[in-house]
Nanobody
């Protein structure tokens, strides 16, 4: 079992910055994908940024020049640095990991952390 815990959410002014953190615990042995998604009220959950096992980073077009994803393998942590925040960035942000278990993959989600952006 894997548990993901997010922190770092809060309120920022438009143009400001926030740094989100996600710490994973449990049986971590084969990670395929890790990253961040977000969901605003009334909207579907959308990809923000992910790191892939084979290498490479993917960002949503709307955040590509403003957000940066990184990881700390020693601490099983994933981070999202959010700069130049816009009101449309307001959402609940969810940490995500996809693990390989044998021939199958399994998705794990954190409980989410609220990000509010004031204009």
């Amino acid at each position: 079992q894997v548990q993901l815990v997010e922190s770092g959410g809060g309120m920022a002014q438009a143009g400001g910055s926030l740094r989100l953190s996600c710490t994973a615990s449990g049986s971590i042995f084969a990670i395929n994908v890790m990253g961040w998604y977000r969901q605003a009220p009334g909207n579907q959950r959308e990809l923000v940024a992910v790191l892939r096992h084979g290498g490479g980073v993917e960002y949503a077009d709307s955040v590509k020049d403003r957000f940066t994803i990184s990881r700390d393998n020693a601490n099983n942590a994933v981070y999202l640095q959010m700069n130049s925040l816009k009101p449309e960035d307001a959402a609940v942000y969810y940490c995500y990991q996809q693990l390989f278990w044998g021939d199958s993959t399994y998705d794990y989600w954190g409980q989410g952390t609220q990000v509010t952006v004031s204009s």
